[in-house]
């Protein structure tokens, strides 16, 4: 088994972006607990609301550089490559720490939920925040166009155990407040985007040399990537990011804490398929062969088990926060657990179609799924509760499905036959 993956592009990949993805959740579920225990409930609550307001800004600015940095870096000269990295990062957090400021002004009098936000202190956390989360983003795809899941992996194994240390660290001391939450989040993000910038990337690309250069020479392909990449991105990852930030207009930050642990105990499950649809993406990009039904397989064969624990002992895993957690959040952590096959379905069907051009269908995909779920969502919440958003999630990945397996049945039947 071992040697198979180590031999094939794609399952060796696959297997190192999942082992970055699940060692980071599973490092993060432990930041998470610690805070659970160390902290209010309030002060959970503002920091997710934060770091989910971020995580919208850093989705909607990032320009889909991403998913450019998969199409073009494969097979490019040095100084190519660093003329493309260079102005992806420059224009992606420099996008990103404009629409932070931007959301810092306008949300709070959009409500109450979000006032604090009116402070310094609360604006310029959500600007590095966000900036941060964007390089980290961006970074990452760079590994992945590179096929170099080891050091994505490395990368992202240093990022969580940095905010874990931190988080032990600032509490052991005494701190408190929300703020604390934040401190231990970002400046480890900061601290690992740094040294990835000024070592791992040189490592990584020999003869690279990272700079501002080129940034005007790059405008044309960032416009591409709004019409293509980016807006299938936005469709495809709104849902994951608006649905804390609903639940907290909705309902408030304390409801959004319960929502958070049990969506962040679920994503355990989510990473899995885009992180082979990823894969799946780059191996076509760089003139691999890889097959849909072996990316399928391997979601298949990672995300069983951990299903299956989920759904029968989710609430022993939420109660390792608190006995509250796991009151409120498990029914909403089995509705997530369900919801997890027809994600994967249209997780791998975007990244089929988006490998052979098919961008406006993958967007139309996208777009119904997320137009269900956040629709249903705001629609339900305040007389379902936090259930809503998972029941609203589950509909939505459902009639994507659904949509996929249409588009099949109408494939097979329009190809030749003889």
Request: glycine letters at 12%; aromatic letters at 6%.
């Amino acid at each position: 088994m071992l040697k198979t993956v180590a031999r094939d592009s794609l399952a060796r990949n696959s297997v190192l972006i999942m082992a970055s993805t699940v060692s980071t959740a599973g490092l993060g579920y432990l930041y998470w607990m610690l805070a659970a225990r160390e902290l209010t409930q309030p002060a959970i609550g503002t920091a997710t609301a934060l770091i989910s307001v971020s995580a919208v800004v850093s989705m909607v600015s990032n320009l889909g550089l991403g998913h450019m940095f998969i199409q073009r870096l494969p097979g490019t000269s040095p100084g190519e490559w660093s003329r493309i990295v260079s102005a992806g990062l420059l224009l992606g957090c420099g996008a990103t720490a404009v629409a932070s400021f931007v959301a810092a002004g306008v949300l709070p009098s959009m409500g109450g939920n979000f006032a604090f936000l009116r402070s310094s202190s609360g604006a310029t956390a959500l600007v590095v925040t966000s900036v941060a989360l964007t390089a980290s983003t961006l970074l990452d795809h760079v590994f992945i166009a590179q096929r170099a899941g080891r050091g994505m992996f490395t990368r992202n194994l240093a990022l969580a155990g940095g905010k874990l240390g931190a988080l032990a660290v600032l509490t052991g001391a005494g701190y408190g407040g929300s703020g604390v939450v934040l401190l231990a989040w970002t400046l480890p993000s900061l601290a690992v985007t740094g040294y990835t910038l000024i070592s791992m990337l040189t490592r990584l690309r020999p003869g690279a040399r990272l700079g501002g250069r080129g940034l005007g020479a790059e405008l044309r392909h960032v416009q591409g990537s709004l019409g293509g990449h980016h807006l299938i991105n936005l469709a495809q990852a709104g849902p994951t990011a608006l649905l804390p930030v609903l639940v907290t207009a909705r309902l408030g930050p304390e409801a959004n804490a319960h929502f958070y642990v049990a969506w962040m105990t679920a994503s355990v499950l989510f990473m899995v398929s885009p992180a082979v649809a990823s894969a799946l993406y780059a191996e076509r990009t760089n003139a691999g062969t890889a097959a849909l039904p072996k990316a399928a397989a391997v979601v298949l064969v990672v995300t069983g088990i951990p299903a299956l624990l989920l759904f029968f002992a989710g609430d022993r895993v939420l109660a390792l926060f608190s006995p509250g957690y796991a009151a409120e959040g498990e029914l909403l952590l089995r509705i997530l657990v369900l919801a997890a096959l027809p994600d994967a379905i249209t997780n791998l069907a975007v990244a089929h179609w988006r490998s052979l051009g098919r961008y406006r269908r993958c967007l139309r995909l996208n777009l119904l799924m997320a137009t269900t779920c956040l629709t249903l969502t705001w629609l339900w919440l305040p007389g379902t509760g936090i259930e809503a958003a998972g029941i609203a999630w589950l509909t939505g990945q459902s009639a994507g499905a659904v949509a996929v397996g249409a588009r099949s049945v109408m494939s097979r039947r329009k190809a030749p036959t003889g």
